[in-house]
């Protein structure tokens, strides 16, 4: 990708902070792109002829994380078919795509293989609250969400993943000065308002 026609934007939090729900109010907000890379996932576990369905569904129901090739590559794709087609964020008068990529680098590899590779991020969005708040946002989910990885026993799973692994990548992001951290245990309302201040800060 040339790197003077994207700007890409990490979101992390754990599972259930509401990384999904607040991206996609920014996106109606500032015409972003936003790429999930657990849909991307769940899309390709689903894709008829694909090599990896089986291996995509046994890590997302424990909880770990699909080896980095396959969704760096996935997100790589995504990436150049929204610039190819045009959505990558309409109305940006510098006519630069931006991108919001919700849920990943979610373990230092990714992290790296991605800054080095596609694209080097510029912020992370970090959405933090507490363990309980997430879990009762997903079992409250997980009645209608038809996800395999929203149950009691998944869910711990997700948690573990997230504070072994993922919270190091946060950590590293921090230290670069990276991170603007927003409280997400809140109604949707008050943090999409806080989610839009901080965004505000990394566009000026
Ligand atoms: N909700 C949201 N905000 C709320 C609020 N403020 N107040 C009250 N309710 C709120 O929200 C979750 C639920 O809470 C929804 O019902 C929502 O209405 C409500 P959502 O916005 O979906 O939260 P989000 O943080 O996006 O939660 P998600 O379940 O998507 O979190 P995960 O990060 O666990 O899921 P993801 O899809 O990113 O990944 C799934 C799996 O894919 C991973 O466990 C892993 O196995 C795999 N994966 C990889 O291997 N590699 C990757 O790079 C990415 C994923
Ligand atoms: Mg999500």
Partial sequence: FDHTKITVFFVLGGPGAGKGTQCSRLVEDYGFCHLSAGDLLRAEQHREGSEFGELIQTCIREGTIVPMEVTVKLLENAMAAALKEGRSGDGWADGRGRFLVDGFPRKMDQAIKFDEEVCMAS???????????????????????????????????RFNTYKETTMPVIE?????????????????????????????????
């Fill in 123 to 157: 912020m992370v969005l970090f959405f933090s609250t507490t363990e309980e708040v997430m879990l009762a946002r997903l079992l409250e989910r997980g009645k209608t969400s038809g996800r395999e990885d929203d149950n009691a026993e998944s869910i711990k799973k």
């Fill in 172 to 204: 590293h992001y921090r230290a670069l000065g990276k991170v603007a951290e927003v409280d997400s245990s809140a109604a949707v309302e008050v943090v999409h308002k806080d989610a839009k201040v901080a965004v505000e800060k990394i566009l000026n």
